[in-house]
């Protein structure tokens, strides 16, 4: 029996815009307490703006109702499941909010003097010890604002790093199942990239590898496990090859959930390595960020760190009674600034708080239950009924993530992987990472992390089997899934032909017809 | 969409470009096998009139939702005329990639390129493998 | 076994056996030896979480925050009134736990407001398209130059001194991977862009050229010809400006502006010590294809209901790799929302007389203070003076309660005995006669 769609109701979406009446209003201004000089007295004629901006005129409960009815409209992760490769969707602990939001905190403007922001330097600079020792290195910056910041950090840290050494290098060297944000940082920070090819076994290609990597090699930027969820064995091997190039080995840290307290980057090898502090560290993902991306680098990338940086003055310096905390801006060889004052604070704050809870005990814990849950979840998936039409990438032990290839179910049963995740918004779950690494055939990449319980992880075993054992009766099912979320499938081919970036105002938009 | 077919009296390159030689011009467009790897297409980004393309280099970029590829010349010249309703209506690289899905018309620079270039049975074989 | 993760000792004896491994450790095996952690972590154990909260309660309590004293800090972040219904919007697990919306069918509330906030971004700056946001101000401003570069391929870019210092180092630092050399322009003795000066330095080879409005100073830039001397040669315009600001200011778009950009934390975000905030990026139509970061753009679905989906994507580096337009991949949806409902909060008209208020009360407290003005042109919610005895100043300030703004010497050597002094309309007149009283009693050599 095919499904019938449910959506939401009312059917009709309504932009904030479309719900303006004029003469309505939430703010209320207050009241003027200096004189009333005419706005012409203050601004030349031709620096005033003469028509007004089209913001909407509305009420605050309309407001309210507005977001609200919008939010009832997302899936999120205190809902339900949340099994994206690469992403690490894992519990934010409630307690991170509650710290952020004290006044301490949110109320402090960036450039109040150290002196008066000894609590907010202490927390960064006390986050830095705790990185630190999670990566094994022992110079940590918090600046750039996300893992693709950190990566940019990190190749200007490369650059300089060799210029200061009189050395010229052009290119970075990335494995070809590389987050397409490596690549691109690549470029941005005028290197050229070079691909490097994936072993059978799933690793990086060694005889490739010691072919490209020369004496125009300024970096290899890598993650371990990589994107197929699998450890490197050979990293020793890679870091050897990366140095004797003289070249810096740069980690991708977007996985290191599946390692820490078990092995760290800076013992691999790792010159650089970037923190996803909203993978890793629960800094919530808020839909699309905000997030923050700190790294860690070894003696000899030191001094080019940016600036500024949170450093411990002993007592006794600068007159101080007690170790003080300052920001640093006297760094002579520092590639200088990424983003404006200190970095993602608020950020900082609930990474802080999570790592003081969890404990250097817990976060081993954390690894090791991450991988323990990623195994079990694989092993179910490789049961008869799901592995023969989504089999496992690389059969081996994973890590904290695996990949499957639908390419079974597309030949066998006429469904593809986007339609298996498509099905699997009708089971409440959210899908995991699809069609990417790049190298496997319809991917399917699921990282469960370690906050599901073992039941969590049946339930999604469950579901799979179902769309498969579905879709071998009635293919159709699937391939025209969605059936109760508040839309279907929707035309991106229109979306990206003919875009509608924003609301055109004073009327409502048609409907295109096809 | 269109139902695949590879025109007798094209030349084809392997990158899955077809080329229309009549004497010192040609016109090129993309394979029925280019737009079905790319899905539909949402936006074609021609070169300038005027400009150079070389045998074999990229020369244009097409787009679909979630995939961008190169486009490359099967011969060397200067571009004299390009589609302008691609613009509008990138799609008829998928319905008629043949006819009104050509993209550019080209004087050719050296017309014994074509030599080089595939007939219709050996690109279909190329494809079978 | 922690409060976040469930696994008891049974449940580890299931799974376990289902993967056919021994113990945990056995699932570590590929790691080889050598690497394996020999110690344990160097960091202190978990903690209850009522200890995590006194602990994180007694840092917060060492830092002197904006409820703590009357401030007239700003310098490019803002004690501006942030109302209460964002943080009951945004504390909604449906907008803070989700990830970023690439299955757009359950993700339609998050892909409605980046809509919604790109809209509001178009209408303020003028320009008519906009993305869905950027890390913060700074680092927008560096990527409207990597925009530039894409577009035009030259080697220079012109940058005013009258832009934020903190936006023309990170411009600088890109800088260095692009190979392109950064100019600076001095601001004139009335503390605006020296237009002479532009002129003469933009060229053949220049990329882009920035500007900001209002000025680091706070001074309201005459756009009109500095506009027309930076595009003489075919440079971009980038011009990062204060959002909250062009309620009353006439905008980019009219300027002829190619790429506005900002910084917007002033829209409805916590000062939290310097981020997160987001930054905003809006450009003509014809870069659409070049910009950065996400973008929501509309459509329908199967049954033709309306809906929204990310657009562009074959901009972006999950799609086009080393080709992309920037590398940015989480930015600051969150900061965004917040930015949008602020924006609906405040209205077409509030936001109109809450730039009136600021204007007013700027002009109230520059003649109050009695001070040199640095920059005596127009401005709206800052500007600078110039304080013989600055430290005096600054110290009793300080003993009153007041934060009296931020001192310029470590940026501008050429203002190393000046204050930069911000009115928001959480200044009232009483607090600004304060900081006028404190400046009086310096000058007169009194107590007050």
Known sequence: ?514 | MADESYPEGLLYHPEHDWAKVDGETATFGVTWYAQDQLGEVVFFDPPDVGSQVSAGAAYAEVESVKAVSDVFAPMSGEVTEVNEALKDTPEKINDDPYGEGWMVRVRLSDPSEADSLMDVNAYKESLGS | MSRYTSATDADRREMLDAIGVGSVEELFRDIPEAVRQREPIALPDGMAEQDVYDHLRRLAARNRHADDEVTFAGGGMYDHYVPALIDSILQRSEFLTPYTPYQPEISQGGLQSMFEFQTAIAELTGLPVANASMYEGPSSVASAGYLAKLENGRHRVVVSRGVHPNSRETLSTYAVGWGTEVVEVPLDDRGATDLRALADAVDDDTSAVFLQQPNFLGTVEDLGPLAEAAKRTGALLVCSVDPLTLGILKPPGEFGVDVAVGEGQSLGNRLDFGGPSFGFFAAQERYIRRMPGRIAGETVDVDGKRGFVLTLQTREQHIRREKATSNICTAQALNALAGVIYLSWLGKRGIVELGELMLRRTAYAREALGAELVNPGPVVREFAIRLPDLDAVCERARAEGINPGHRLKYYYPEYADCLLVAITERRTRRDIDRLAAVVQSVREGVSV
């Open chain 1, 1 to 514: 029996m095919r499904p019938q769609a449910t959506g939401h109701g009312p059917q009709d979406v309504v932009t904030i815009f479309e719900k303006s009446r004029e003469g309505r209003r939430a703010f209320v201004c207050p009241e003027l307490d200096v004189p009333e000089t005419p706005v012409a007295e203050l601004l030349p004629e031709g620096l005033l703006r003469e028509s007004p901006a089209e913001l909407p005129e509305i009420s605050e409960p309309e407001i309210v109702r507005h977001y609200n009815v919008l939010s009832k409209k997302n899936f999120d992760l205190d809902t339900g499941f949340y099994p994206l490769g690469s992403c690490t969707m894992k519990h934010n602990p409630k307690l991170n909010e509650r710290v952020a939001a004290l006044p301490g905190f949110s109320r402090l403007h960036p450039l109040q003097e150290p002196r008066w922001a000894q609590g907010a330097l202490e927390l960064m600079w006390r986050l830095q010890q705790q990185l630190s020792e999670v990566a094994g290195l022992p110079h940590v910056s918090l600046q750039p604002s996300a893992g693709s910041h950190g990566e940019l950090a990190g190749l200007l840290l490369t650059r300089a790093y060799h210029e200061d050494r009189g050395e010229s290098r052009h290119k970075v060297l990335t494995p070809d199942t590389a987050h397409g944000t490596n690549p691109a940082t690549v470029t941005m920070a005028g290197f050229e990239v070079v691909k490097v090819g994936t072993a059978p076994d799933g690793g990086v290609d060694l005889d490739d590898l010691r072919e490209k990597a020369d004496g125009d090699t300024a970096c290899l930027m890598l993650t371990n496990p990589n994107t197929l969820g699998l450890f490197d064995r050979n990293i020793e091997e890679i870091a050897q090859i990366v140095h004797d190039a003289g070249a810096t080995l740069y980690y991708d840290g977007a996985n290191l959930n599946a390692v820490m307290g078990v092995s760290r980057p800076g013992d691999m090898g790792f010159d650089i390595v970037h923190f996803n502090l909203h993978k890793t560290f629960t800094q919530p993902h808020g839909g699309g960020g905000p997030g923050a991306g700190p790294i860690a680098v070894s003696e000899r990338i030191e001094p080019f760190l940016p600036r500024p940086q949170v450093v411990r003055r002993d007592q006794g310096s600068n007159g101080h009674s007690e170790p003080f905390f300052d920001l640093d801006f006297e760094r002579p060889k520092s590639i200088g600034r990424l983003r404006g004052y200190q970095g993602n604070f608020g950020v900082f704050v609930r990474s802080y708080a999570y790592i003081c809870s969890v404990g250097g005990d817990g976060l081993k814990d954390v690894s090791e239950t991450a991988v323990l849950n990623a195994n079990y979840l694989r092993a179910r998936l490789a049961e008869d009924g799901i592995a023969e039409y989504l089999p496992i990438a690389f059969d081996r032990l994973c890590m904290h993530e695996f990949v499957l290839s639908g390419r079974g179910a597309r030949d066998q049963l006429g469904i593809k992987t986007l339609d298996i995740a498509k099905r699997l918004l009708d089971h409440k779950v959210h899908p995991p990472t699809v069609y990417f690494p790049l190298l496997v055939d319809e991917a399917l990449m699921i990282e469960p992390t370690e906050t599901e319980t073992k039941e969590r992880l049946d339930g999604f075993a469950d579901a799979i089997r179902e769309i498969l054992e579905e879709a071998k009766e009635d293919p159709e099912i699937a391939r025209n899934a969605p059936y109760t979320t508040p839309v279907r499938r929707l035309d991106e081919a229109l979306a990206a032909k003919r875009p509608v970036v924003r609301q055109a105002t004073g009327h409502r938009p048609q409907a295109t017809d096809r």
